[in-house]
């Protein structure tokens, strides 16, 4: 056999090699990133809660609150508002994190709702669920109060 024969075979050895190594590789990156869709479906909600906040300048601000935790522990959330009878009814969609207290005034076992928790206090709101009415979440004022009002600033609980 001719020296240039050898060389052919030796390239046709090391490109499949080199082929099964990036099989090998690309099994590797198709297991990681199932891993991670894994982990994406390991997201649970655990309550969601709807109604018509007050608006100042439109009919009403149709608001979905949707609470999830995560395998991990994490907690976050998906605040959807719909601006009604102004314009094309303009959509907003806030995601972020959620923490709660326990505790509210005279109600121990209250739970005090607080998106963005993690964020400057200017970006944080407030929603208030209390022991004896687990169906309705109360939007509490930038300083962690009841809204005084005739209007309705509650949301509804929705079975899941």
Known sequence: ???????????IVLGSACNNSNNTSEKASETTTADSLQMADSIRLTQVFEGVLPCADC??????????????????FK???????????????TTGNYNTERGFEND????????????PADEQEYYLIYSNDTTVAHKLNDERKLIKSELNY????VSL
């Open 108 to 119: 121990n076992d209250a739970q005090l709702i607080i998106l963005n928790w993690d964020k």
């Open 1 to 11: 056999m001719k020296l240039h024969n050898y060389i052919f075979i030796l390239f």
């Open 59 to 76: 009919d009403g601000i149709l608001t979905k609150l949707s609470l999830f935790i995560h395998s991990n522990g994490k907690t976050t």
């Open 154 to 157: 509650s949301l509804k609980k």
């Open 79 to 93: 605040l959807a508002q719909t601006y009604q009878g102004k314009g094309d009814g303009n959509n907003f969609t």
